[in-house]
């Protein structure tokens, strides 16, 4: 019985697995005949598992400093003190003054 258990849960996550695959398959060729259809250039795409993080990018640099999800200064006694922090340590905002 155990057996037959741990060989369903194998199947099963490989069903997942392949899912997921298909879906992103499904949506990368919908959206590369979108921009086909736009006439627009893809200088890229990034898939990745990184969770709860936006870096905006453009010419291959930072457009603003990013804030992540794990980072530590955040980690203050009160949110006013965590804020606090947080701005004063981020670097200026290129091309202000």
Known sequence: MWTA??????LRAWLRALVWRNTVAEAAAAAAAALQAADCRVAAVVLSGQM?????VADGRCLRPALLYSDTRAQ??????????????L????GSG
């Not at 709860?52 to 905006?56: C, D, H, M, R, T």
């Not at 670097?91 to 290129?94: I, L």
């Open 76 to 89: 203050a006694s009160s949110p006013n003190e965590r804020a606090s922090s947080i701005v004063a340590s």
């Open 91 to 94: 670097p200026a905002e290129r």
């Open 5 to 10: 258990c741990r060989s369903w849960l194998r």
């Open 52 to 56: 709860q993080n936006l870096i905006p």
